[in-house]
T-cell receptor, first 115, second 115 residues
């Protein structure tokens, strides 16, 4: 069974500082990996996804993530955060095999950008 | 207009009442989902539907039922609401015709409070 662990429930960071949000997954097969972002009072939207190929994936709003198969991680990074990045971030995993591709979400990390 | 529209956005009800949350989409996607979000628990899948005649239970379907009235409409019902069903509910869609990962498009959410 696939699962996702986001160890940090909250991450405070000063504006213009770098940030890393951690995500580890477990799966017995190859995986697709995602980061979704939820801004206050909104639904989730896709930030970036890893399907195959280059392990460094670039997403919207200057975010990027690196797939590390040996460490089963998919950490999200941004070199310089803005106030507008304040949101909750969810890591997710799905199994590419089969027709359904069930998506399993982590518990989320709240990023608080401090002015 | 939003691609995935949920109504109502907020609802307060009493224990034992029947509640329906509605979702409609203009994406033309065939797959629709209902998720529940609770603080610290992330998103959990309640029901999903691949087309009008294909409805499946998710992780936490007890106490809920769904109806896929048309390709574009998917409603979630709580036959007799209880306080632990207080949560933020999300409808999501995805398109099976797109090769690659199962990328979800979310509505803005319906916040339900059961007193």
């Amino acid at each position: 069974a696939q699962s996702v662990t986001q160890l940090d429930s909250q991450v405070p960071v000063f504006e213009e500082a770098p940030v890393e949000l951690r995500c580890n997954y477990s799966s017995s097969v190859s995986v697709y990996l995602f980061w979704y972002v939820q801004y206050p009072n909104q639904g989730l939207q896709l930030l970036l996804k890893y399907l195959s190929g280059s392990t460094l994936v670039k997403g919207i709003n200057g975010f990027e993530a690196e797939f590390n198969k040996s460490q089963t991680s998919f950490h999200l990074r941004k070199p310089s955060v803005h106030i507008s990045d304040t949101a909750e971030y969810f890591c997710a995993v799905s199994d590419p095999a089969g027709g359904y591709q069930k998506v399993t979400f982590g518990t989320g990390t709240k990023l608080q950008v401090i002015p | 207009d939003a691609d995935v529209t949920q109504t109502p956005r907020n609802r307060i009800t009493k224990t034992g009442k029947r509640i329906m949350l509605e979702c409609s989409q203009t994406k033309g996607h065939d797959r629709m989902y209902w998720y529940r979000q609770d603080p610290g628990l992330g998103l959990r899948l309640i029901y999903y539907s691949f087309d009008v005649k294909d409805i499946n239970k998710g992780e936490i379907s007890d106490g809920y039922s769904v109806s896929r009235q048309a390709q574009a409409k998917f409603s979630l019902s709580l036959e007799s609401a209880i306080p632990n069903q207080t949560a933020l509910y999300f409808c999501a869609t995805s398109d099976k015709r797109v090769s690659g990962a199962n990328v979800l498009t979310f509505g803005a959410g319906s916040r339900l409070t059961v007193l």
